[in-house]
């Protein structure tokens, strides 16, 4: 018999730069923030709207919302951009060829069968709460991690930890994708369920792909630091009409986006 679906590969090919753009930060108008970044190392501003994003991102998902709607919205546009920038981050193989050898992530284990019933395991939804939670937290803190570890130029540093924020972002986004999916069926075999936590891990790779179509840009983390990126307008454009998801993006952004 074989094994339940444990891994899962994202492409070294994926996003395709000739169908979207990739997410360019905003012009300074500030002379002095203007100098700044003149004095940075090339490539450390969209590290920085990264490390803010991710903060942005996980308190998006901390913002009390209670419309089934809004829920789902919210893992949805989460589980996108976090996608994205773990292949940007550890398996493009353009910008990370031969760094990498398998460009795995770890699909979320919903279910554990034994050869005695009663002692089978079902993931409950407090426990996917609590995996996303650690996930998008530690996201916020190896992607300030590796911000500074990219400015000062601690090259070996930074690459151990593009790696892990890589893995994590994108475990992070399958598990998103997995919690409609707590509390599964005993009657449902170990096999059937990780094998539909497979089949949303590949949807939500397809989705990733094609996430430039509204607005010509490659979602990514690094835009939820800019309330005029085009992932935050089409959020605040696309969000339920309950407003909770456009609430908790505008709130989360005023909190921790890029210039506050």
Do not use: C
Request: hydrophobic share 40%; glycine share 4%.
């Amino acid at each position: 018999m074989t094994k339940p679906r444990r891994n899962f590969d994202l492409p070294a090919k994926h996003i395709n730069e000739t169908d979207g753009s990739n997410y360019v930060p905003p012009r300074a108008r500030d002379p002095e923030e203007i100098a700044r970044r003149q004095s940075l190392r090339p490539g450390s501003l969209i590290r920085e709207f990264q490390a803010s994003g991710a903060k942005v991102a996980e308190a998006i998902f901390n913002h009390p919302v209670t419309e089934p709607e809004d829920i789902m919205y919210i893992r949805h546009r989460l589980a996108v951009p976090l996608l994205n920038s773990a292949w940007y981050t550890f398996a493009d193989s353009a910008r990370t060829p031969d760094i990498f050898m398998r460009r795995e992530l770890k699909l979320p284990v919903l279910a554990k069968d034994e050869a005695e019933a009663e002692d089978s395991w079902r993931a409950s939804k407090e426990f996917l709460l609590a995996r996303v939670r650690e996930g998008l937290a530690s996201t916020a803190n190896l992607a300030s991690r590796l911000s500074i570890q990219y400015q000062q130029g601690h090259e070996l540093a930074r690459v151990r930890t593009e790696k892990k924020l890589g893995r994590t972002m994108g475990n992070t986004a399958l598990t998103l994708i997995s919690l409609q999916h707590a509390n599964a069926p005993l009657g449902m075999s170990e096999h059937d369920i990780q094998n539909i936590v497979l089949l949303d891990a590949s949807e939500l790779l397809e989705a990733a792909r094609i996430s430039h179509e509204p607005t010509g840009v490659h979602e990514s983390i690094a835009q939820f630091a800019d309330p005029d990126s085009p992932l935050a307008v089409n959020w605040r454009k696309e969000a339920p009409r309950s407003g909770e998801a456009y609430h908790a993006l505008v709130q989360s952004q005023d909190d921790f986006g890029m210039g506050n």
